[in-house]
């Protein structure tokens, strides 16, 4: 089973927020997720992105795959 770490958009028309969740590749990751692990909200400046870090280095160390957004919001913080 291969899991993704990946955003999934909630919030209404012209105020996105994105939870960063694992999800199985066998799931579509709306509403059927394995974990949620943090959020981002763009709106602010500066934008907020927080996670639970013991958590994503867990999902991480069992082989998750982060998509190219998540891989690059956890190079910043310095997770990767």
Same mark, same amino acid.
């Given at each position: 089973?291969? *899991?993704?770490?990946?955003? /999934? @958009?909630?919030?209404?028309?012209? @105020?996105? &927020? &994105? @939870? $960063? $969740?694992? $999800?199985?590749d066998?799931? +579509?990751?709306?509403?059927? /997720?394995?974990?949620?692990?943090?959020?981002?909200? #763009?709106l #602010?400046? #500066?934008?907020? &992105?927080? /996670?639970?870090? +013991?958590?994503v280095?867990?999902?991480l160390? /069992?082989?998750?795959? #982060?998509?190219? *957004?998540v891989?690059? &919001?956890?190079?910043?913080?310095? %997770? %990767?």
């Amino acid at each position: 089973m291969a *899991t993704k770490i990946r955003l /999934v @958009r909630k919030g209404k028309r012209n @105020r996105p &927020f &994105f @939870r $960063v $969740v694992a $999800v199985s590749d066998e799931k +579509d990751g709306r509403g059927d /997720v394995l974990e949620i692990l943090g959020y981002y909200d #763009p709106l #602010p400046d #500066p934008a907020i &992105f927080e /996670v639970k870090e +013991d958590r994503v280095r867990y999902w991480l160390s /069992v082989g998750a795959k #982060p998509s190219q *957004t998540v891989e690059a &919001f956890l190079k910043k913080k310095g %997770i %990767i």
